[in-house]
């Protein structure tokens, strides 16, 4: 597609539950990155694909999260047992590889907690 | 360690004035990228710059510009004769090469209101 893709657009949950975010990376790019934005805050840094390299999960919050990208495209995060605190924006965003390469940004899966 | 600082945490401004926002940054890398992004309301976060840690030049693009200074680890955004257009919140960004993960690290934004 023209953009990255992200679903779904906006997401409400029980606590406990289980939920999948899905995102759709501009065509060609082999990094993908995925950030949390909770209410009036910045991006935090959850994890990064490269290629078929090993992903940089040093940014996830607990292991409650997890995240795969299957044939270096489509990527999936998921968070299990859902809390309160997980409500947030989960963005998605996709580059070229290298240093310095700029990223593109979904619209983001908004995800509510209840 | 990585880190970026927008100190300002919200700005407003009246429409046709100047402002800037500011952007420190810490990094023990001498090979680096510096970035500003804007997210409207709507939500989608928007490229606006890219700058390498060896080109010090300052850039004018229309109403915006920016400020890049190694010696204050600072790369400062000005917007010449706001518009309630111009109304979002910008992050700057800083990516460097870390073992081969690129890792963009971002400061947490400034709101920037402008009024009619």
């Known amino acids: 597609g023209a953009g990255v893709s992200q679903s779904p657009s906006n997401k409400v949950t029980e606590k406990g539950k289980d939920v999948e975010l899905r995102c759709d990376p501009i065509?060609?790019?082999?990094?993908l990155y995925w950030y949390r934005q909770s209410l009036g805050q910045g991006l935090e840094f959850l994890i990064y694909f490269q290629g078929n390299s090993a992903p940089d999960k040093s940014g996830l919050p607990s292991d409650r999260f997890s995240a795969e990208r299957t044939g270096g495209s489509v990527s999936t995060l998921t968070i299990q047992r859902t809390q309160q605190e997980d409500s947030a924006v989960y963005l998605c965003a996709s580059s070229h590889r290298g240093i310095g390469e700029k990223l593109f940004f979904g619209s983001g899966t908004q995800l509510s907690v209840l | 360690a990585q880190k970026v600082t927008q100190a300002q945490t919200e700005i407003s401004v009246v429409e046709k004035e100047d402002v800037t926002l500011d952007c420190v940054y810490e990094t023990r890398d001498t090979t680096y990228y510096l970035f500003w992004y804007k997210q409207p309301p709507s939500g989608e976060l928007v490229f606006l710059i890219r700058?390498?840690?060896?080109?010090?030049q300052n850039e004018i693009s229309g109403r915006y510009s920016w400020n890049f200074q190694k010696s204050t680890s600072s790369f400062n955004f000005t917007i010449t004769a706001s518009q309630v257009v111009d109304s979002a919140v910008y992050f700057c960004?800083?990516?460097?090469?870390?073992?081969?993960?690129?890792?963009?690290?971002f400061g947490t934004g400034t709101r920037l209101k402008v009024l009619a």
């Open positions: 700058r390498n840690s060896f080109d010090e």
């Open positions: 960004a800083l990516s460097e090469n870390l073992g081969g993960t690129y890792k963009y690290i």
């Open positions: 065509s060609g790019h082999t990094a």
